[in-house]
C-alpha cells in the first residue's frame, strides 16, 4: 500500500491537509489565475468575458467546494483575478479602471448587478448540499461515518464541532445554519423527528420549538400524538409547550396512517436541495438580492430580456451604471483631463451626451428613426457609425435612454 505523502491527490483533490490550508488549496486560485491569463491575450467583448467568467472561471473551483470550504484568502485571491479581468482594457494595457467591487458585480441582474458568483456564499451551497445528503440518506457510508463520529445522539441538524474536528466536517458545519434555514419535516409517524432543534413547525421565520421545559430533552415528535398517530395529545401539549409552540404544533394536521417523516427544502417545488435555490436564500439573507418589485428591478428585468446582441446590452449596462469612460466619468474619478466633449466642443462630455445627445450620435439617430420610417428592411442599408447603434432600433435608444435615467434615480437615492 502507498502512503499518503504531502501533495499528493486521491480522486483529484488533496489526500492530506496539513494545518496551513491556503497552501495546500491554493493550486486552486493558480488554476483561475492561469485559465484568465491565457484569455488576456484574445480580443475579448465584455459580453464574450461574462460568458468565459460565469462558464469557466468560476467553475474551475466547483469540485473542490463541494467537499472543503475554501480559506476566504482564496476565494478573494480567485474574485480578485476575475475582477481584473473584467474590467481591463481590450488592449495591451492591464489596468483597466475598476469601477465596481466584486460584491457589486455579484448581485442579481435585475438589480442592476451582474449576476457573477460569490464564491463563499457558492461554496456554502454547495456544501449544504452535502449536510442535506447527510440528512436525507442516513444509510450511506459517509453518513455513517459522520454520525458515529461527530453526532451519535443526533443529527446533522444538531451536530457540533466536536473534538479534533477534520477539515471536512468543520467545512460541512459552516453549512449547518443554512440548510437548517432551508429545510423543514412533513410530520409523517413523527419517530424520525427531535422535538428540540429541529425544523419541524410550519413557520417560515422560527420552525423550532421554543419551549425550554426540560422534559423535551431527547423527546421524538411521536411522544406528542395519541396512541396510533391519528391526533395530538392536548395535555401533553398543555403540559410542555408555551402558547406559541403549541398553536402551530395543532396546526399540523396529521393522520392515522401516515408514513414516515420527510424532509422538504421549501425553497424548490420538487422539495429537493439545490445549490441554485440555497446560493439565492443566501442572498436574501445577507440582503443582496430581495424579491421586491421596484422600478429598478422592472426595469433591469425586462432590459436583460431585449433581443439585442449582449455586448450592446453591455454597453448600455455600463451607460446605466455609470462605468463608461467617458470624460466626465473620467474627471469624477480624478483623471486629469477636460472634461468638454472634442467632437461639439459645446458640452461636456457626459455619458448621455456621448451616447445620445452629441452631434454625431444624433445624427445616426435621426437617420436610424427615418430609416426605419422608409422601409421596414433598414437594417441592410444602415452604416455602423457607433458601437452602441450600429445594429439597432429603438430598442436600444430606448434601453439607453431609460438606463441613463436609471442612473439619475440611484444617483438621487
Ligand atoms: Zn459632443
Same mark, same amino acid.
Given at each position: 500500500?502507498?502512503?499518503?505523502?504531502?501533495?499528493?491527490?486521491?480522486?483529484?483533490?488533496?489526500?492530506?491537509?496539513?494545518?496551513?490550508?491556503?497552501?495546500? =488549496?491554493?493550486?486552486?486560485?493558480?488554476?483561475?489565475?492561469? /485559465?484568465?491569463?491565457?484569455?488576456?491575450?484574445?480580443?475579448?467583448?465584455?459580453?464574450?468575458?461574462?460568458?468565459? $467568467?460565469?462558464?469557466?472561471?468560476?467553475?474551475?473551483?466547483?469540485?473542490?467546494?463541494?467537499?472543503?470550504? *475554501?480559506?476566504?484568502? $482564496?476565494?478573494?485571491?480567485?474574485?480578485?483575478?476575475?475582477?481584473?479581468?473584467?474590467?481591463?482594457?481590450?488592449?495591451?494595457?492591464?489596468?483597466?479602471?475598476?469601477?465596481?467591487?466584486?460584491?457589486?458585480?455579484?448581485?442579481?441582474?435585475? #438589480?442592476?448587478?451582474?449576476?457573477?458568483?460569490?464564491?463563499? @456564499?457558492?461554496?456554502?451551497?454547495?456544501?449544504? /448540499?452535502?449536510?442535506?445528503?447527510?440528512?436525507?440518506?442516513?444509510?450511506?457510508?459517509?453518513?455513517?461515518?459522520?454520525?458515529?463520529?461527530?453526532?451519535?445522539?443526533?443529527?446533522?441538524?444538531?451536530?457540533?464541532?466536536?473534538?479534533?474536528?477534520?477539515?471536512?466536517?468543520?467545512?460541512?458545519?459552516?453549512?449547518?445554519?443554512?440548510?437548517?434555514?432551508?429545510?423543514?419535516?412533513?410530520?409523517?409517524?413523527? &419517530?424520525?423527528?427531535?422535538?428540540?432543534?429541529?425544523?419541524?413547525?410550519?413557520? &417560515?421565520?422560527?420552525?423550532?420549538?421554543?419551549?425550554? +421545559?426540560?422534559? =423535551?430533552?431527547?423527546?421524538?415528535?411521536?411522544?406528542?400524538? &395519541?396512541?396510533?398517530?391519528?391526533?395530538?395529545?392536548?395535555?401533553?401539549?398543555? @403540559?410542555?409547550?408555551?402558547?406559541?409552540?403549541? #398553536?402551530? $404544533? *395543532?396546526?399540523?394536521?396529521?393522520?392515522?396512517?401516515?408514513?414516515? @417523516? /420527510?424532509? +422538504?427544502?421549501?425553497?424548490?417545488?420538487?422539495?429537493?436541495?439545490?445549490?441554485?435555490?440555497?446560493?439565492?436564500? *443566501?442572498?436574501?439573507?445577507?440582503?443582496?438580492?430581495?424579491?421586491?418589485?421596484?422600478?429598478?428591478?422592472?426595469?433591469?428585468?425586462?432590459?436583460?430580456?431585449? #433581443?439585442?446582441?449582449?455586448?450592446?446590452?453591455?454597453?448600455?449596462?455600463?451607460?446605466?451604471?455609470?462605468?463608461?469612460?467617458?470624460?466626465?466619468?473620467?474627471? *469624477?474619478?480624478?483623471?486629469?483631463?477636460?472634461?468638454?466633449?472634442?467632437?461639439?466642443?459645446?458640452?461636456? &462630455?457626459?455619458?448621455?451626451?456621448?451616447?445620445?445627445?452629441?452631434?454625431?450620435?444624433?445624427?445616426?439617430?435621426?437617420?436610424?428613426?427615418?430609416?426605419?420610417?422608409?422601409? +421596414?428592411?433598414?437594417?441592410?442599408?444602415?452604416?455602423?457609425?457607433?458601437?452602441?447603434?450600429?445594429? +439597432?432600433?429603438?430598442?436600444? /435608444?430606448?434601453?439607453?435612454?431609460?438606463?441613463?435615467?436609471?442612473?439619475?434615480?440611484?444617483?438621487?437615492?
Amino acid at each position: 500500500m502507498v502512503i499518503a505523502g504531502e501533495g499528493s491527490l486521491y480522486l483529484g483533490l488533496p489526500s492530506t491537509l496539513s494545518r496551513n490550508k491556503s497552501a495546500v =488549496l491554493g493550486y486552486l486560485k493558480e488554476r483561475v489565475r492561469k /485559465k484568465v491569463e491565457g484569455w488576456e491575450m484574445k480580443f475579448l467583448s465584455r459580453a464574450g468575458k461574462e460568458v468565459l $467568467i460565469k462558464t469557466v472561471a468560476q467553475s474551475l473551483p466547483s469540485y473542490a467546494m463541494s467537499v472543503f470550504l *475554501l480559506p476566504l484568502d $482564496i476565494t478573494r485571491d480567485m474574485e480578485k483575478t476575475m475582477n481584473k479581468f473584467w474590467w481591463q482594457g481590450s488592449n495591451k494595457a492591464k489596468n483597466g479602471i475598476h469601477w465596481f467591487s466584486w460584491d457589486r458585480l455579484c448581485m442579481h441582474k435585475s #438589480k442592476g448587478g451582474m449576476g457573477f458568483r460569490s464564491l463563499r @456564499d457558492f461554496n456554502l451551497s454547495m456544501l449544504g /448540499k452535502q449536510g442535506w445528503r447527510l440528512m436525507t440518506r442516513p444509510n450511506s457510508l459517509v453518513a455513517k461515518v459522520f454520525k458515529a463520529r461527530y453526532f451519535p445522539n443526533g443529527t446533522f441538524f444538531s451536530a457540533e464541532l466536536g473534538n479534533n474536528p477534520s477539515f471536512v466536517w468543520r467545512s460541512l458545519l459552516e453549512a449547518q445554519d443554512l440548510v437548517r434555514k432551508g429545510t423543514r419535516w412533513c410530520v409523517g409517524s413523527g &419517530e424520525d423527528i427531535n422535538v428540540l432543534h429541529e425544523p419541524w413547525l410550519p413557520c &417560515e421565520e422560527q420552525p423550532f420549538i421554543e419551549s425550554t +421545559h426540560p422534559g =423535551l430533552l431527547g423527546s421524538k415528535v411521536c411522544n406528542l400524538m &395519541e396512541v396510533g398517530g391519528g391526533s395530538w395529545d392536548k395535555e401533553i401539549l398543555d @403540559d410542555l409547550f408555551e402558547e406559541r409552540d403549541k #398553536k402551530l $404544533i *395543532l396546526d399540523i394536521p396529521l393522520h392515522s396512517t401516515q408514513g414516515r @417523516d /420527510k424532509l +422538504h427544502w421549501i425553497h424548490e417545488t420538487s422539495g429537493f436541495y439545490s445549490v441554485k435555490s440555497a446560493y439565492k436564500l *443566501l442572498q436574501k439573507v445577507q440582503g443582496r438580492w430581495q424579491q421586491l418589485e421596484d422600478e429598478q428591478t422592472k426595469f433591469w428585468t425586462k432590459f436583460w430580456r431585449l #433581443k439585442i446582441p449582449p455586448k450592446v446590452k453591455n454597453l448600455v449596462w455600463r451607460a446605466g451604471r455609470e462605468c463608461l469612460p467617458t470624460l466626465k466619468q473620467l474627471r *469624477l474619478r480624478r483623471v486629469d483631463v477636460q472634461a468638454l466633449c472634442p467632437i461639439c466642443r459645446v458640452a461636456e &462630455e457626459s455619458i448621455e451626451h456621448a451616447l445620445l445627445l452629441c452631434t454625431q450620435p444624433k445624427l445616426v439617430w435621426d437617420r436610424r428613426h427615418r430609416d426605419r420610417n422608409r422601409s +421596414h428592411r433598414s437594417r441592410s442599408n444602415f452604416e455602423p457609425v457607433h458601437p452602441c447603434i450600429c445594429y +439597432h432600433d429603438a430598442a436600444t /435608444k430606448e434601453a439607453a435612454t431609460a438606463s441613463l435615467s436609471m442612473g439619475d434615480m440611484e444617483r438621487s437615492k
